[in-house]
Nanobody, 128 residues
């Protein structure tokens, strides 16, 4: 069956960096756009970033532009989220997700409903 395994979260001070990874199995990785979403306590799930199947296109939510970078390695079936200059407001549980419909052009890729599979999440905590 399809599995997305998130890892790389942790506790970091403001201004620090973390790199999240999401390893996919049970699917044809290049058929899917890959995204990262986050949910902070008491808040709705929020789109963070997404990358097309080829890696040629990426979108970010405004609050992380210039600080976060999404990338993928199709040989390893893995997507990454490099997070730099972290802020306390980035504290959340981060999950990766795979979208078949958004694979090529990322149309609709900011909408969680467009994603078919989800990872279990990894916690990121940024202290001030």
């Amino acid at each position: 069956q399809v599995q997305l395994v998130d890892s790389g979260g942790g506790l970091v001070q403001a201004g620090g960096s973390l790199r999240l990874s999401c390893a996919a199995s049970g699917l044809t990785f290049t058929d899917y756009a890959m995204g990262w979403f986050r949910r902070a306590p008491g808040k709705e799930r929020e789109f963070v970033a997404t990358v097309s199947w080829s890696g040629a296109y990426a979108h970010y939510t405004d609050s992380v532009k210039g600080r976060f970078t999404i990338s993928r390695d199709n040989r390893k079936n893995t997507v990454y989220l490099q997070m730099d200059n972290l802020r306390p407001e980035d504290t959340a549980n981060y999950s990766c997700a795979a979208s078949f419909s958004a694979a090529a052009t990322l149309e609709g890729a900011k909408d969680a409903n467009q994603y078919n599979y989800w990872g279990q999440g990894t916690q990121v905590t940024v202290s001030s």
